[in-house]
């Protein structure tokens, strides 16, 4: 258990809903990021939070997808219009000098 | 996209036996992290590299942080069931933040 808590575990949701992932990470003044990660491949980055600031992007992360760190504690991760392609597992880490992972969000899409 | 390559890409082997997997970049990288995940679940770290040349172990597992900061190796010795998942390696680029991840090996042990 590394303390990076990730909500909800399972999310099936139809095409066109926003849907929104919450990581509650272990400590408030580290960086943390999301990773988006497809069956057979590993964690692509999406983006990165140091504090309350939001520092990188992937280009991954279309127009459709907002993410937040409000106070510099929890953060989420939001989806708008879903589409099939959005389905996958959605990976909050914190950066302590090294990268914990929560349990991860699995989004289907359908 | 992937920024390493990690192989073999998948392993079968028996119980007891010794696993060998590497990962490689083209890329100077300033910290190595190996991972394993097991199905539905978020990568958990195993053991994190950041000197060149480093060599640390994990009980039963074993890292090199290569000599050219582009490659790093995990020996898994005297594989048991439980060891089965998919390893993954990790780390930022010595220009940046941001934590890359390889293609990962799948190792499945057989009883």
């Known amino acids: 258990d590394t303390g990076v808590s990730q909500d909800p575990r399972h999310k099936i949701t139809k095409r066109g809903q926003n849907v929104t992932f919450r990581c509650d990470p272990i400590?408030?003044?580290?960086?943390l990021y999301w990773y988006r990660q497809t069956l057979g491949q590993g964690p692509e980055f999406l983006t990165y939070?140091?504090?309350?600031?939001?520092?990188?992007k992937s280009r991954l992360l279309s127009d459709r997808f907002s993410a937040e760190r409000p106070k510099g504690s929890f953060s989420t991760l939001e989806i708008q219009r879903t589409e099939q392609g959005d389905s996958a597992m959605y990976l909050c880490?914190?950066?302590?000098?090294?990268?914990?992972f929560g349990e991860g969000s699995r989004l289907t899409v359908l | 996209g992937q920024q390493l390559n990690q192989s073999p890409q998948s392993m079968f082997i028996q119980e007891g036996e010794d696993v060998s997997m590497n990962c490689t970049s083209s890329s100077i990288f300033n910290t190595w992290l190996w991972y394993k995940q097991d199905p539905g679940e978020g990568p958990v770290l195993l053991i994190a590299l950041y000197k060149a040349g480093e060599l640390t172990s994990n009980g039963r597992l074993t890292a090199q942080f290569g000599i050219t900061r582009k490659d790093s190796f995990l020996n898994i010795s005297a594989s048991i069931p439980s060891d089965v998942g998919i390893y993954f390696c990790?780390?930022?680029?010595?220009?940046?933040?941001?934590?890359?991840f390889g293609t990962g090996t799948s190792l499945t042990v057989i009883p």
């Open positions: 990790a780390g930022p680029r010595d220009t940046g933040n941001q934590f890359y």
């Open positions: 880490a914190q950066d302590t000098g090294e990268l914990f």
């Open positions: 939070f140091q504090n309350e600031a939001q520092l990188e």
């Open positions: 400590s408030e003044h580290n960086r």
